[in-house]
């Protein structure tokens, strides 16, 4: 079985890699069994895969190739888990970069996440909640449909 530390991270990291790369729907399924939402903006809350998907889908521009041409750079990721119990949390940084033809290489948002996971009877994490704190908005005009209000 996978140490705690690196499948919280697998999850963590994995969550940037599929919305940098475009796959919305592979972002999602991380939050087929989680509630994702935010405290800055509308306070949107969103449950399950389906839900998720559809925010993501609606809010996040997509180019020619695909993929929202960013980088979401997650650090500072600190982990605490009740393996007895089989639940932990986490908490870390992001920055997002993004560029474009039109728009030099910038951060356009950064903030931190705050995690909970469980372990299911396989002895599998997965994303119970996900809170994204959004502290600091650059032009994300490139980024998403709408702005952050």
């Given amino acids: 079985m996978e140490p705690v530390y690196a499948a919280i991270a697998r999850l963590v990291f994995g969550y940037a890699d599929r919305l940098d790369a475009g796959d919305l729907a592979g972002m999602a399924a991380f939050f087929g069994r989680a509630r994702l939402h935010t ?4 306070g949107a809350t969103f449950t399950g895969a389906a839900e998720v998907l559809a925010a993501f889908d609606g809010s996040v521009q997509r180019f020619e190739d695909g993929t929202p041409s960013t980088k979401h750079v997650t650090t500072n990721l600190i982990v605490d ?14 920055t ?32 119970t909640d996900r809170l ?10 490139r980024h998403l449909r709408q702005p952050v209000p």
Avoid: C, K, M, N
């Fill in 39 to 42: 405290v800055s903006g509308d």
């Fill in 96 to 127: 997002v970069l993004q560029s474009r033809p039109d728009l030099p290489l910038q951060p356009i948002v950064a903030g931190r996440y705050e995690d909970t996971f469980a372990r299911d009877g396989d002895g599998r994490w997965y994303f």
């Fill in 132 to 141: 994204i704190i959004i502290e600091h908005v650059g032009d994300v005009s």
């Fill in 81 to 94: 888990a009740d393996e007895a119990a089989g639940t932990a949390s986490a908490r870390s940084y992001f």
